[in-house]
């Protein structure tokens, strides 16, 4: 073993900081000049301003490059990335799979990319016809009959499900009474942030020894107080909630609503649609199951399927076929329901829109429910295969992602973070690690379908040398990890105590600190 | 099909190592009842150039803003954005990456958001800012949630020439939080008197900059009255690039900015993906919402980014949070920094110019027409003018013309009485012949009205 055991070596010091393909990248602030610019503008003709006493005394202090500089830049930057084009990013909850290169492309046709989102209706009929078939696609495999399409990211289309289910409580005539979401406490923290923000009380339900949903402890909080529940299935353990049809039958005959978190609709989409298990709204995150790229934080896209009992209450605008063509319901005056409000300005995101199509038209039925069987295959070859040396803390089948607790860690002096490290310096983006909460030191590994065996094979087979350089007590190779990366660990504690969150020059900066 | 890697002889194999015999095992945990045998009714898989042919047809039913003639704005505007920003934007390593999460390997996301957030204190004038937000109209809603937080007041009183959807935005988040919201009333180009509507319950007050209808005035002085009755005044900026030009909020005053930075980097979309713009003053930092992305140093001492101050948000303080907000526009704010960065303060100087020299331009054609009269006093690239026939009607005929001619403001304001209204933009994308066109189009279209 001892050959085994990692050298601590100091990388080669160079003159420039730069170590190969890695280089190093001032701020746009410390390259940049106000009076340099990447854009060739034509002259601007002589006018007599109408800008009233609004007209500021000088030009923004900001500096700009010219085209090859702030393409140096940039690349630069983005090598400091990791990405699911480079390598496996297991995060799990994240579904972060393959983003293909035609929705990309499809995206940018003049056709979708160039067009007002307030110009005449007559002009934009193509652009209408795709939001309508998109909403068609996402109701018939949710078997859901409306969708409010512009929610802008997962945590804005709960925001208009539970929305829905509070204007369905108002027209009951019951809000002043059903004041508690049910939210069990594997939640991902934007179910409680989000019904609290709707002025509901959060009561967390337990799990069970099973990684689910704790069925009496959920039937003993019903009452007629209840508004809704906000579950996620497949749940955060990647487990499926087996009651889910008895939950949905007892909540509804309390008078509450199902308010299903869809953030991993990728395990089932296909084979299992959520209208049969008794969910009123589910979001749909298009930038998980349908391909739209991550952006390194968004943009995303939440369409948020709705039943019957909710349909009324959809927001606006939402597109309409008629004979004449499609037409926008833009207004509460033009609709025939009783829509809640607006979530956004416009219609939502259209370059989501295209892409998610793209990607569904590219699977087809047959692809999309082969696509929910390989992300479960994937999860669960994971699973087998790491089960023997790592903890998992609920018995399988998962569903698309595999959780372990760091129970396998014990008496190692290597905990979930310094694992995570590591895996860095292998090579890998680590899995979500702490999350869910109810299992300690959580790792919830989700590989999605788009990973080869090969792929997975090279990963367990790292995972395992890992866990055995662990428990062979090779401490360094975790707590100083990573090592290899652009950064070693990042000072998080000093961030938070002494905020820095934008560039200053060193006087301003002189004369903050006086 | 083209994007599963895994083949039959893997199935199998991946199977017999799990145990189970067939795919249906792993799916033991789903009720029966819910159980699918087959597919779903819906179209099988398609090649990629099956595909193409069924978007292709679609997109090409669309009248394209760089085809014709256009002048449309309201929150929404054409520029032109440099072929590398979606070269940039396009890297594997920006476009297939999360959150950054684990900041070692995440630092190209993290040092953009930081000058992303740096440009935005520039633009707007505010010491601090956050990495984005869905949009505008998004960010307006949780700035007026902000400022309830702070005061502990729950009542925010709103210009009547705020965008209608972003007032929506407001007043939905209002309904369903049990809030308040107070406006005067509608006015194309009256002044209104926003400071007696406040009262003691008043968190906030909020107007646009240039406002819907265009117009820009100094809120300098409505700042000091609003902060003297113990509210903040939310300064909503729809088109970033006016700030090349105008003087910024943060200087007149403002407590909170939010803004929609489509212009710099972003195409038009149909309405999104778009950036939005947050901004504040230093005292209100703990109550933002959103990702905030902060300096710090490695183990090594060298500098280094991460996302901070995280104790705000809905993964630590779940109902406590102070938004659910938790996926942002990290890709847009990426174009908006590189198209900013490619700018610098002199371009954007040059390019505000351009834009507002061509809606005077335009301005001036237009109220030489018999019947039109440019009702904005003073504005950046937008202005609304009153038509002698219905807008609605006029902008249909100038579409019939292939020329693009504003957006009604009944289309978006249906009971405020200005049905003859028309807001018209012109930016930098406008030639000196587009001008004239829609000059010439306006007046035909005008003739067969009044004939």
Known sequence: ?514 | MRYLPLTPTDRGAMLSRIGVNTIDDLFIDVPEAARLDGPINLPPHQSEMQVERDLFAMAAQNKTASTVPFFCGAGAYKHHVPASVDHIIQRSEFLTSYTPYQPEITQGTLQYLFEFQTQVCELTGMPVANASMYDGSTATGEAVLMAHRITRKKRAVISARLHPHYRGVIDNLSDMGGFDVASPADSVNGVEDLIALIDEDTSSVVVQYPDFFGNIMDYSTIAREVQSRGCLLIVVVPEIISLGLLKRPGDMGADIVTGEGQSLGNGLNFGGPYVGLFAAKEKYLRQMPGRLCGETVDADGKRGFVLTLSTREQHIRRDKATSNICTNSGLCSLAFTAHMTLLGGQGLRHLAALNHARAVHLADKLEGIAGVEVVTPAFFNEFAIRLPAPAEQIVEALAEKSVLGGVPVSRLMPDSDMDDVLLVAATEANTEADLEIYETALRDVLKGVSA
């Open chain 1, 1 to 514: 073993m001892n050959e085994m055991t990692p050298m601590k070596q100091d990388r080669k010091q160079t003159f420039t900081g730069h170590q190969a393909l890695i280089l190093e990248e001032k701020l746009i602030f410390e390259i940049g000049s106000a009076d340099k610019s990447g854009v060739d503008l034509e002259p601007v003709p002589e006018v007599n301003t109408r800008l009233g006493d609004c007209m500021a005394p000088a030009k923004p202090d900001l500096p700009g490059l010219s085209e090859p500089e702030a393409l140096r830049h940039f690349v630069r930057l983005s090598q400091k990335n990791h990405s699911i084009d480079a390598g496996l990013y297991p995060l799990g909850s994240c579904t972060m799979k393959h983003n293909p290169r035609l929705n990309e492309k499809m995206a940018r046709l003049p056709g979708f990319s160039d067009i007002h989102p307030l110009q005449p209706v007559s002009t934009v009929q193509g652009a209408l016809e795709l939001m309508d078939e998109l909403a068609h696609w996402l109701k018939t495999l949710t078997n859901m009959p409306a969708v409010a399409l512009s929610p802008k990211a997962g945590a804005h289309g709960e925001l208009c499900g539970m929305m829905a289910i509070r204007a369905a409580i108002e027209a009951r005539g019951e809000l002043e009474t059903r004041r508690r979401v049910l939210v069990p406490e594997s939640a991902h923290g934007t179910n409680p942030a989000t019904a609290a923000l709707l002025g509901f009380k959060v009561d967390e339900i337990p799990a069970n020894a099973d990684g689910r949903v704790d069925l009496a402890a959920f039937k003993d909080k019903l009452g007629d107080d209840v508004a809704a529940i906000m579950l996620t299935n497949p749940n955060t353990c990647g487990l499926f909630e087996r009651d889910i049809i008895e939950i949905a039958d007892a909540l509804h005959e309390a008078g509450g609503y199902f308010y299903c978190d869809g953030a991993n609709f990728n395990a089932i989409v296909g084979r299992v649609r959520p209208g049969d298990l008794g969910i009123d709204a589910m979001h749909i995150n298009l930038h998980k199951t349908f391909s739209t790229p991550h952006g390194g934080g968004g943009p995303g896209s939440g369409p948020t399927v709705l039943s019957d009992r909710l349909e009324a209450f959809a927001p606006l605008p939402y597109v309409v076929a008629g004979e004449n063509g499609f037409d926008l319901i833009e207004l509460e005056a033009q609709s025939a329901n009783q829509p809640f409000g607006r979530m956004v300005a416009f219609h939502g995101q259209m370059g989501m829109f295209v892409r998610a199509l793209s990607y569904m038209k590219s699977h087809g039925s047959d692809g999309l429910r082969q696509v929910a069987e390989d992300a479960v295959l994937n999860a669960n070859y994971v699973l087998a295969s790491l089960q023997d040396v790592m903890t998992a803390p609920f018995a399988g089948p998962c569903m698309h992602e595999a959780l372990f607790d760091d129970g396998f860690l014990k008496g190692t002096g290597v905990e979930t973070l310094d694992f995570a490290k590591a895996m860095i310096d292998e090579g890998y983006h680590p899995m979500t690690m702490y999350f869910p909460l109810v299992v300690h030191g959580a790792m919830l590994i989700e590989p999605t379908e788009t990973e080869s065996r090969d792929t997975l094979d090279l990963f367990i087979a790292t995972l395992r040398d890992l866990v055995r350089s662990a428990n062979a007590g090779e401490t360094e190779r975790f707590t100083n990890a990573p090592e290899l990366a652009p950064r070693s660990r990042l000072d998080e504690t000093r961030a938070a105590r002494q905020p820095i969150l934008r560039w200053q020059a060193a006087e301003e900066t002189a004369q903050a600190a006086e």
